[in-house]
């Protein structure tokens, strides 16, 4: 089937933090259509494709979408008005030629990835699917899944002001067989954190990026026994019914060849030490980004200390760059991918780092970035892709839970069932 190009446009919008990013609309020629908005991220690796942003100091801190947004009107519309695709793919590779940077920096990859998202729902719509049914065709499945949440419990980093290094302390309900139970069982233990953070800190409810509480905590230590407190407290056995996810963030803390990691300067053996310490002390079912994006020794030794303990999840390592992952398979530095498409820029990039990882026995999880909408088209693609686990954020904050009530919505009405736990 053929896909006609009628028209593309983007305007500026705010994502949750109050920031610019782009809303892209795209219309094809039989009257269908679909808009989809761009997420955006704080905590971002070195090989992440460009967003273009305008630079302007007196509007938006130079954040401002603009330019992107001309990019789309003035260049991608007149360049494709009126062509035909027979598929995404195809698509995406005439964005990625009419930009002609090997990052996507001439048009902005948030551009990219708006008209990329924009022309898949269009495409689900002439063709009468729900988005996930037409994104598990794009990949190639057949039966789709509701994926496992990783929830966000207590944050730090970039994501709350510094107050601990590592970046977010998530929950997995591993014995929950729904979303609405793993939602349920989520409010029960995040309430217990409130309460904790109120007695312990003294402090109202205060939310981070991703609508993780934030009290400010001395230690990351003490971040992760207040997280297994808040599992007992709210009647749940830690290790068993729930596990812990830890995203570590850590090229935030490297300079020169050390980690700066809770006021000790680190080499990376002494910091793979403390993480393999961490996973006999807590229940610790993922570790993500816990060595700097370029250090790729420790990575692959990391790996194999780390093997049947925890997954090892790449975020800023792999930055859904086909090419980076081919190198972690190869030196076996890695046992998870962390796939957020405006990374990579096209969800057809996106699929290719997708198969990549699924090659290599590897877990995949979708996730959101910390400046996020209420568009909900990454419940979809995780489903449709059959993702093991996605990554949201937190039960507060209404660009989290559009994802987390679209997957409720494809549970309830659309008869999907939750993948079971696998480590």
Not at 17 to 46: E, I, N
Not at 206 to 229: I, K, N
Request: aromatic share 8%; with cysteine; hydrophobic share 40%.
């Amino acid at each position: 089937m053929n896909y006609q190009i009628e028209g593309l446009s983007a305007i500026e919008i705010l994502d949750s933090r109050g920031r610019p990013t782009l809303k892209v609309h795209c219309s094809l020629s039989d009257a269908a259509s679909g808009s989809a908005s761009v997420p955006s991220g704080a905590s971002t690796g070195k090989a992440e494709a460009v967003e273009l942003r305008d630079e302007e100091p007196n509007r938006y801190a130079g954040l401002g979408c603009r330019m992107a947004a001309a990019s789309v009107n003035e260049q991608l519309q007149p360049a494709l008005r009126g062509k035909a695709f027979s598929s995404p793919s195809e698509f995406d590779r005439a964005l990625v030629d009419l930009d002609g940077t090997p990052n996507k920096a001439r048009l902005g990859a948030n551009a990219i990835l708006g008209a990329s998202l924009a022309f898949a729902r269009a495409c689900a719509s002439q063709d009468g699917l729900a988005l996930y049914e037409y994104f598990a065709i794009m990949a190639g499945q057949s039966a789709v899944h509701l994926p496992r949440p990783f929830i966000n419990l207590f944050s730090g980093g970039k994501h709350a002001g510094g107050q601990v290094d590592i970046q977010d302390v998530q929950i997995i309900p591993v014995s929950a067989g729904s979303i609405d139970e793993i939602l349920a069982t989520t409010y029960a233990v995040f309430q217990a954190g409130v309460e904790i953070t109120r007695k312990d800190y003294q402090m109202r409810l205060l939310r981070a990026d991703e609508g993780g509480l934030a009290p400010p905590f001395p230690t990351a230590e003490a971040m992760l026994d207040t997280a297994v407190e808040a599992i007992h407290l709210a009647g749940f056995q830690p290790g068993e019914e729930i596990l812990l996810a830890v995203d570590v963030a850590a090229s935030q803390f490297y300079r020169d060849g050390k980690y700066q990691f809770a006021g000790e300067i680190l080499d990376g053996d002494e910091l793979t030490a403390r993480w393999l310490r961490w996973l006999e002390d807590y229940p610790i079912a993922s570790l993500e980004d816990p060595l700097a994006e370029e250090d790729w020794p420790h990575w692959s030794e990391l790996s194999k200390q780390a093997a049947g303990k925890c997954l090892l999840i790449g975020d800023d390592l792999l930055c859904t760059n086909p090419a980076r992952i081919e190198h972690a398979i190869k030196t076996g530095a890695a046992s998870g991918l962390l796939l957020k498409v405006n990374q990579v820029g096209t969800l057809s990039e996106a699929l290719e780092a997708f198969h990549l990882a699924r090659s290599a026995g590897w877990k995949v999880i979708a996730s959101a970035r910390s400046g996020d909408t209420e568009d909900d088209w990454l419940a979809d693609l995780s489903v449709g892709w059959s993702t093991e686990y996605i990554k949201v954020g937190s039960i507060t904050q209404s660009e989290r839970l559009a994802k987390y009530n679209r997957l409720l919505e494809l549970e309830q009405l659309a008869g999907l069932r939750l993948q079971r736990w696998e480590r």
